[in-house]
């Protein structure tokens, strides 16, 4: 019986070995069939002229065409050749029809782009385009189309696995890729309600409030503002209200969420940018940098490619789905952007009417509120219908009992979403520059500039309100206009500078103001530890090159780190740790040089420390739950409360800080063991507790086809805070340096490769060397660009 038992086992496991490398076999085979054609001539219906595609090594695409619609027509066929399936997926995450493929899995995400009224939104933007603008994205949209009519045989292995065909591309579709970025990068709503739960527990009484300012810190020493003040300077005045009373017009707190969360990339996206004067560079020419912080997604977020017809000659980063540049250089100037981080979105409690729930109170009398009815098909299941309700601020976002929550929000004001890359690409001097970037309104950005002239700039253009009473950090009344909007931050007032006389200019999601910069733009800004330390390495040299540039941008020196370490030593002198761990932690952070290498004890230790550090003074005041606290500059607060000695926090207990810090290393380092699996001190290793793994969306249907699909686990250098911004979820989507003593010398990779396709070439093919902090030549001239192909791509006009 047992031996009878041991071969039928033997025999179940055969049949799945076989069942997987049959799937696996299959899988191959399928894939590389809809593999696209990369060299040879394609007859292409609607090209007017010949386009020739070059092909570098590692498949970017360089287009020379014979005239700007078509180059843009070769732009859209190109990218769906790479990338269509993500265009699909980008889409339907915007327009609210993710369900109709996958589900009710995605049913909330699509509530809440049909709730925020993104259909809308895309509609009135595209009427807003002008003939020009319209012209040109409908060169794309037929480029896309074309691809996808000439392969619905050979479509990416994800339709096949989904059985579903995608449909035509239309302009909108187009504009709601933009919608998905941008949502992205100007979430603010959620932090208003965590502001005000945590108000809520520490009361209205001025221990309170003391208390409530000590955990939302927006200054730091080691900001870096980089923008002028203007003289003169328009002042507005509301700008300088604080921060509204607590209890003013606090009701109930504790309320049920709706299933509202941020829709493409998690929260805690930073970026780095930077630009030096040739002051600073060994060619005396300007050298510019960029490298924004995403989430780490299978494909890549952005697309590499260059564009080349009489009028444009650019090349960068483009959003699949969106024509043009959005991240590069032209012949004469180069740009990089990050996200600034505004305030744009506020939270209204609207009262309404509980006899006729469809009026809401405004200025004492009753109005009627829009109602909407949105329907979603869901794959296998009936429609979901539901009414969205429209205040004068915005949409119903939260309803709970009696309290109705609107978003007033500027993406979702009139006229607010525009498309201006058309004029960024071509502009050939700052003022174009400068006068494109009036359309670059949602989000808001912070823009580096240099050009051929020597010149270097920044600018932050976006819509950013301008408030009544308030600053918006908080849910409102709605009920009168005490707290509308009232316009916003002209244009000219913006945050810029040019040519500014350290011929250094740095941003990296921090404060870009000065104090007296007479508006309000945010109370939460990133923690100021990049910026620092970008500036840092920046005024230390003056004969940079093109790789300097790309090891700052991949340094690992923590700063906020070897603050901490010197509270430990300096606490430890006073209370030294009894526990053998404890003491062991302290001598490799007494010998720890600064950077978080992956295989850094001395990285971990100071991790686990600051986040026990930070529960241990918090819980006292919040309670066991601190989930609820996330503010970016909570370092900042820590900061404050141990250099200042603010006794308020100081744990009941613990006689001083020194106790403080000395309990908080020892609660750390306690949770060690269970983070990397081991107790013996040589597992203490930082980068392991941070594993990346990037993940196709489809793999955990397909366990036999992980190894194909999905990148990693692999250890991780770096931090949070350090300038190679470090998470298990987000970090560098792709670096840029342009170098203008010769574009050749010029450098950009994004994370793993051009294409979607599993089996490409070019699927994963830049991985190792964006993991090792290396790059690749980004190839501009001519005769670079023809030395440097490797596939040749001929489109004809066709019938």
């Known amino acids: 019986m047992k031996q009878f038992l041991w071969r039928l086992s033997f025999l179940v496991v055969a049949v799945i070995i076989l069942t997987a490398l049959a799937g696996g076999i299959w899988l191959r085979g399928r894939v590389r069939a809809s593999l696209p054609a990369l060299d040879g001539t394609v007859a292409v219906p609607g090209l007017s002229a010949r386009v020739v595609v070059l092909r570098d090594a590692h498949g970017v695409p360089h287009m020379r065409a014979q005239s700007m619609e078509d180059a843009l027509f070769a732009q859209g066929y190109v990218t769906a050749q790479d990338r269509l399936w993500q265009m699909d997926l980008s889409r339907r995450k915007a327009e609210g029809e993710l369900s109709e493929v996958f589900g009710d899995r995605t049913l909330s995400l699509d509530i809440e782009s049909r709730t925020l009224g993104f259909r809308n939104l895309i509609k009135s933007t595209l009427a807003d385009l002008s003939p020009e603008d319209r012209r040109l994205l409908d060169s794309y949209v037929r480029g896309v189309n074309a691809f996808i009519k000439s392969h619905r045989n050979r479509l990416p292995l994800e339709f096949l696995i989904l059985r579903y065909q995608p449909r035509p591309w239309r302009e909108a579709d187009s504009i709601a890729v933009t919608l998905n970025l941008a949502t992205a990068l100007s979430q603010t709503w959620d932090v208003d309600l965590l502001r005000e739960r945590i108000a809520a527990k520490l009361g209205p009484a001025e221990l309170g409030k003391k208390e409530y300012a000590d955990l939302f810190p927006d200054h730091s020493p080691l900001d870096v503002p980089v923008a002028e003040v203007p003289e003169p300077m328009r002042v507005h005045e509301g700008k300088k209200s604080a921060n509204l009373p607590v209890g003013d017009f606090q009701n109930e707190l504790e309320f049920g969420l709706s299933s509202l969360r941020a829709m493409t990339f998690p929260g805690g996206i930073g970026s780095n940018n930077w630009v030096v004067s040739g002051a600073h560079t060994k060619s005396g020419k300007p050298l510019l940098a960029n490298d924004p912080h995403l989430a780490f997604s299978i494909p890549s977020v952005w697309y590499m490619n260059h564009l080349e017809a009489p009028g444009l000659n650019v090349s960068g980063i483009s959003l699949p789905g969106l024509p043009f540049v959005i991240i590069g250089h032209n012949e004469h100037i180069a740009w990089g952007m990050t996200n600034t981080g505004p305030d744009v979105q506020d939270l209204y409690m609207e009262s309404f009417n509980f006899r006729n729930p469809r009026k809401y109170l405004h200025n004492g009398q009753w109005v009627d509120a829009e109602v909407r009815d949105e329907d979603i098909k869901v794959r296998g299941e009936r429609d979901y219908h539901f009414p969205v309700k429209i205040t004068r601020h915005g949409p119903i976002i939260s309803h709970d009992g009696n309290r109705d929550l609107a978003l007033q929000w500027t993406l979702l004001n009139p006229h607010a979403v525009r498309i201006p890359f058309a004029r960024i690409d071509q502009a050939s001097n700052w003022q174009e520059f400068t006068a494109a970037l009036r359309d670059l309104t949602v989000p808001m ?272 250098r770096g931090t949070g805070t350090t300038v190679k911004q470090t998470t298990m979820h987000i970090g560098p989507s792709m670096r840029m340096v342009v170098d203008f003593s010769g574009f050749d010398n010029s450098l950009q990779n994004i994370v793993l490769g051009e294409s979607g396709q599993p089996f490409s070439s070019y699927y994963r093919d830049q991985f190792q060397a964006w993991y090792d902090g290396n790059s690749f030549p980004m190839l501009f001239g001519d005769s670079a660009v023809e030395k440097g192909a490797v596939h040749k791509l001929v489109l004809e006009p066709g019938r």
């Open 445 to 716: 950005l912070n823009c580096v500039y240099a050009d051929d002239q020597g010149n270097i700039g920044f600018y932050a253009p976006g819509l950013v309100p301008l408030r009544k009473h308030g600053d918006g950090t908080v849910p409102v009344p709605g009920s009168t206009d005490d707290y509308d909007w009232d316009g916003f931050i002209p244009f000219e007032d913006l945050p810029h500078s040019f040519n500014p006389p350290e011929g250094i200019i740095a941003t990296a999601n921090g404060r870009i103001v000065p104090d007296n910069y007479p508006y309000f733009i945010s109370a939460r800004w990133e923690a100021p530890y990049r910026t620092a330390r970008i500036f840092q390495l920046l005024r230390e040299g003056n004969s940079f090159t093109a790789p300097d540039m790309l090891r700052i941008q991949t340094d690992i020196l923590s700063i906020e780190d070897e603050w901490l370490r010197k509270q430990l030593i300096a606490a430890a002198e006073k209370d030294p740790p009894s526990n053998p761990d404890s003491r062991f932690a302290l001598d490799v952070v007494k010998s720890w040089d600064g950077e978080a290498r992956a295989n850094s004890a001395a990285t971990l230790v100071l991790e686990v420390t600051r986040q026990a550090l930070l529960a241990r003074i918090l819980k006292p005041k919040l309670g066991d739950d601190l989930s609820g606290y996330r503010w970016p500059m909570s370092t900042t607060f820590l900061q404050n409360v141990l250099e200042q000695n603010l006794t308020r926090w100081l744990p009941p207990g613990d006689a001083d800080f020194s106790v403080t810090l000395m309990q908080s290393l020892d609660d750390g380092v306690r949770g060690i063991p269970s983070l990397v699996h081991s107790r013996d001190h040589t597992a203490w290793q930082w980068g392991n507790t941070i594993p990346l793994i990037i993940r196709h969306p489809l793999s955990s249907g397909l366990p036999f086809a992980r190894r194909w699909l999905d990148v990693g686990p692999y250890p991780q």
